[in-house]
């Protein structure tokens, strides 16, 4: 019998076809192999030659085929590159919830309580199925996703329960115990990672029906930077450190409406009522002929002293009973991790300070005027109200604040 090989493309298949149904273990017959046809066993010269009437290195070629083919199968390849872009994607996704962006915008940081094992512990549970190995998540973090820094220290968020969870797992010896702090570290970026992403949906809100939607963050800046006169450090005159004019920045982002800045000089507490008089001294800049939206969101640090306590529950609440708005959302970020978008405001004034020297008040506005894009307002605070007094003897004491990170007032519920 004569087989009849084609030609073409199916050629190399056919003949690779062949010789693994037709040859014979090499070691039954010692050094030389032996092929069958049709209950013969044949040499190879002859199988070769006579049987399948091709030359001897079209057989190994088609036996070197056959050999790469079963040590290294072609879809096992195509897993692993997709078992790559899964990586990726869960990487880049993470990053986008959980990472704190500088202020500079360009570099993420992962809060200090996560290392890199944490983050492949974390896709290697996630991603059972889908498993790669260390050295290969490590490579796609250092190739792909070079901008995202771990660090032991903070640099720009101050999250004191990041570093605690960082400290107390390293420190602890017990296996059960060192499980169960990272369960809860774990919990504690589910949270602030949840907080963030509704964050983001109230300001898309807000920037897409501005009609419907307003939505504030306030945060005041860190006082040092912007204290009177300020001397770029190659121009500094004898004597400049001493008597400085302390001043303090607070600073708001209405989103997809414009900035606000307002400068005092510590002249009245840093508390409640300064926030306060700056909300609302930037609600009535952005209520069109007298109107606000309906729906207000506020964005504030979650401090007791200055944001989350009854006077500031109680003043928007009053805004909903007197029909200013009619729901109002109090949001609480945790401390540390969530306002990039004020910090990156805060830190372009700073930048736009190194520059030259700022010596007066008026230098300091034009400074922040400059600084950005759109133009943001600056104004002096003026008037601050005190509103605490005014609205002590109709609020209620407010316990156990800590914890709840949302407050929603709206008319319906609201009506007496
Ligand atoms: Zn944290």
Redesign the pocket.
């Known amino acids: 019998m004569v087989h009849s090989i084609p030609t073409g493309d199916m050629r190399m298949q056919k003949i690779r076809e062949i010789l693994r149904m037709t040859s014979c273990s090499t070691l039954k017959y010692g050094k030389n192999q032996y092929f069958k046809v049709e209950q013969n066993d044949v040499c190879r010269k002859f199988f070769i030659e006579i049987v399948l009437g091709i030359s001897e290195s079209t057989v190994c070629r088609a036996k070197l085929n056959l050999l790469s083919s079963a040590t290294s199968p072609v879809p096992r390849k195509q897993t692993h590159a997709s078992r790559g872009r899964i990586c990726v994607g869960f990487i880049q996704a993470y990053v986008e919830a959980t990472c704190d962006r500088d202020p500079t915008g360009t570099v993420y940081r992962m ?1 200090t ?1 996560l290392t890199k094992l944490d983050l492949f512990n974390l896709y290697d549970i996630v991603h059972q199925e889908n498993s790669l190995h260390k050295s290969m998540f490590y490579e796609i973090l250092k190739k792909r996703f070079s901008n995202v820094i771990f660090s032991k220290k903070q640099r720009y ?1 101050k ?1 004191k ?2 570093n605690e969870f960082r400290e107390l797992i390293s420190a602890e010896k017990n296996v059960e115990l060192k499980k169960e702090i990272i369960m809860l570290r774990d919990l ?2 589910r949270e ?1 990672q949840m907080e963030r992403e509704a964050y983001y949906v109230r300001r898309a809100q807000a920037e897409m029906r501005p009609g419907e939607f307003l939505s504030v963050i306030l945060d005041g800046m860190d006082q040092k930077k912007t204290n009177l006169p300020y001397y770029t450090h190659d121009n500094n005159p004898v004597g400049s450190g001493q008597h400085k004019l302390r001043t303090h920045i607070t600073g708001s982002i209405v989103h997809g409406r414009g900035k606000y800045f307002f400068l005092d000089c510590n002249q009245y507490p840093h508390d409640t009522n300064l926030v306060l008089s700056c909300l609302l001294k930037l609600l009535v800049k952005e209520s069109r002929e007298g109107q606000l939206p309906p729906t207000l969101f506020v964005q504030l640090d979650n401090t007791c002293r200055e944001n989350k306590n009854k006077f500031f529950l109680g003043m928007m609440a009053f805004l909903v009973k007197k029909r200013f708005v009619r729901e109002v959302w109090i949001s609480f970020l ?1 401390v ?2 969530t306002h990039e978008d004020v910090d990156q405001c805060f830190s372009r004034i700073s930048m736009k300070m190194r520059n030259r020297n700022t010596l007066t008040l008026n230098e300091l506005h034009s400074v922040i005027q400059s600084s950005q894009r759109p133009v943001p307002e600056s104004t002096d605070v003026g008037t601050v109200w005190n509103m605490s007094a005014w609205l002590n003897d109709y609020v209620n004491q407010i316990h156990n604040v800590t914890y709840p990170k949302l407050y929603r007032y709206n008319f319906y519920s609201f009506c007496h």
Do not use: F, M
């Open positions: 809060p309580s968020t999250c329960e990041c504690h970026l602030q945790i540390g991790h």
